[in-house]
């Protein structure tokens, strides 16, 4: 079955380490999104990838950084320099068309700081 | 910084009610708006992406409505039923490669 994986599901960190959240997709897609989603918020996004070795900061960037070595994986660390890193994170891809590039979702990490 | 927004911010109903919400947008910078829902403990999925001025679509129960002059989309519900109980996304794509998502409104059927 195609889709997107993310693992884990729930991650503990202690204050002051860096953490890295995995993204993983067989859908042949080209475009890989992070974001990021607070209570009574929208998702915003961290980082964004059209093609590998290749990214792009979103609207919250500072204290995370990415990699897109493969067109697969995408994976996401959560710096000792983000402020406020418990939030739950989703991963998504999508084609990229000119007209709409409607993203697949993974299942989500709940981080949490300790 | 453009805004998507999407009101009410959650809505409680019977089944059997019919029921609708709103996102607003700045009708500039307009690609498309997609439609998501996302069902407590599952990945939000894709329910309609909408590109033209007076686009309508349709799934089962479920419709949707779109005007880009003046920056809205509604969504429809008839005849609600529990397993419809879900947070519903907008997200207006304003490039090839952004898109906005607005916070959600979080429908709750009851039985």
């Known amino acids: 079955d195609g889709g997107i994986t993310q693992s884990p599901k729930y991650l503990f960190r202690k204050e002051g380490q860096n953490v890295t959240l995995s993204c993983e997709q067989n859908l042949n897609h080209d475009a890989m999104y992070w974001y990021r989603q607070d209570p009574g918020q929208g998702l915003r996004l961290i980082y964004y990838s059209q093609i590998v070795n290749d990214f792009q900061k979103g609207d919250i960037a500072e204290g995370y950084s990415v990699s897109r070595e493969k067109k697969e994986s995408f994976p996401l660390t959560v710096t000792s320099a983000q402020k406020n890193p418990t939030a739950f994170y989703l991963c998504a891809s999508s084609i990229l068309t000119q007209s709409y590039n409607e993203q697949f979702f993974g299942p989500g990490t709940r981080l949490t700081v300790l | ?111």
């Not at chain 2, 989309?73 to 794509?93: F, M, N, R, W």
């Open chain 2, 1 to 111: 910084i453009l805004n998507v927004e999407q009101s009410p911010q959650s809505l409680h109903v019977q089944e059997g009610d019919s029921t609708n919400f709103t996102c607003s947008f700045p009708s500039s910078n307009f690609y498309a708006l997609h439609w998501y829902r996302w069902e407590t403990a599952k990945s939000p999925e894709a329910l309609f992406v909408m590109t033209l001025n007076g686009d309508e679509k349709k799934k089962g129960r479920i419709s949707a409505t779109l005007n880009t002059k003046e920056g809205y989309s509604y969504l429809y519900i008839k005849g609600s039923q529990p397993e419809d109980s879900a947070t519903y996304l907008c997200a207006l794509k304003t490039s090839y490669d952004k898109v906005i998502f607005g916070p959600g409104t979080s429908l709750s059927v009851i039985p």
